[in-house]
């Protein structure tokens, strides 16, 4: 079981960056595929960016492809998301989820950080 925790949202200004971090629990962090997700108001949560155990394998949705970068410090235990050239359609409550690699589901979930893009 691992538990997590988001932080590094806020607020920013079209054009500005953001860098999210989430911190794990455990000792096998390592064995986790980590994913990003993010759910706007009045919109289904979409899965953003993921990346795998050693982080050799990432992947982004086109809609932020080139803007985010997913990466992960397993001996910190955290993953990371460096949000480029935000937009006002980024604007969302993001989270952190991992998985087993030989699950689909996401079965831990972190609480959410709030990102929000002016103008």
Known sequence: QVQLVESGGG????GGSLRL????SGRTFSSYYMGWFRQAP??????VAT????GGITYYADSVKGRFTVSRVNAE???YL?????????TAVYYCAARTSWRLEYDYWGQGTQVTVSS
């Open 51 to 54: 990346i795998s155990g050693g």
């Open 82 to 90: 460096q949000m480029n050239s935000l937009k006002p359609e980024d």
């Open 11 to 14: 607020l920013v200004q079209a």
């Open 21 to 24: 971090s989430c911190g794990a």
């Open 77 to 79: 235990k955290t993953v």
């Open 42 to 47: 009045g919109k289904e949560r979409e899965l």
